[in-house]
Structures are given as C-alpha cells and as structure tokens.
Nanobody, 125 residues
Framework: QVQLVESGGGPVQAGGSLRLSCAASGYTDSSYVVAWFRQAQGKERVGVASIESAGSTRYAYSVEGRFTISKDSAKNTLYLQMNSLTPEDTAMYSC???????????????????WGQGTQVNVSS
C-alpha cells in the first residue's frame, strides 16, 4: 500500500524559506512520477512542481526560480525547497504520486493515484 506523509510546513515571514518533505512508502521510486500541489483557501488545487522517475522537473510559472523539487531515492523522500516566499504562497501543500510518466500533463491532479494528507504553509507579510 502506497503512503505519502508530508511535513515541514508552518508559519514563515515573507522573504523566508521552508523545506517540505514527503516520505513515501509502498512503491519503488524508479517507476513513479511525483509532484507537489497546493490549494489556497477558496481556490482550486494547482500543480507547483513535479519530478519524473528519470529526474526531469517541471515548475509552475509562479514558483519557477524560487522553488526547487528534488528527491532522495535512498530515503524514498520527496522535497520542495521554497525560497523568497510571499503571502501568495500561503496554501495547503500536498504531494502526489502515480506510476509511470506524465510529462507535460504532470500538473493535472486527477491523473495522480496517491495523495498525502497535506501540510499547511502560512506566509505573513
């Protein structure tokens, strides 16, 4: 059974940084695409960053240059390093996974099979 558990969220001031983690179990990292999504209050869930099993990454325009997605295959853990945070980054952040590749549709949430419970990020001005 695949399980995803996020951690690392919390309050932070604008301009600060946070690193989110997503500990995965129940699947082999080499065959899955994983991604971070976020959902602000009253808004739809949107893709933030994704990484394919081979290592290729995608970023939403709003976070490119500020966020970095990475993974530690030995620990089966996904990370999201978030720098230069702004209040617009406030949201519930969730990691998601599915077997195979998604490429240019990696931000389509319904394509993902497994989801974590989420971790809240609150950025104050």
């Amino acid at each position: 059974q695949v399980q995803l558990v996020e951690s690392g969220g919390g309050p932070v001031q604008a301009g600060g940084s946070l690193r989110l983690s997503c500990a995965a179990s129940g699947y082999t990292d080499s065959s899955y695409v994983v991604a971070w999504f976020r959902q602000a209050q009253g808004k739809e869930r949107v893709g933030v960053a994704s990484i394919e099993s081979a290592g290729s990454t995608r970023y939403a325009y709003s976070v490119e240059g500020r966020f970095t997605i990475s993974k530690d295959s030995a620990k089966n853990t996904l990370y999201l390093q978030m720098n230069s945070l702004t209040p617009e980054d406030t949201a519930m952040y969730s990691c998601a996974a599915r077997k195979g590749r998604l490429g240019h549709v990696s931000f389509v949430s319904v394509l993902y099979t497994y989801w974590g419970q989420g971790t809240q990020v609150n950025v104050s001005s």
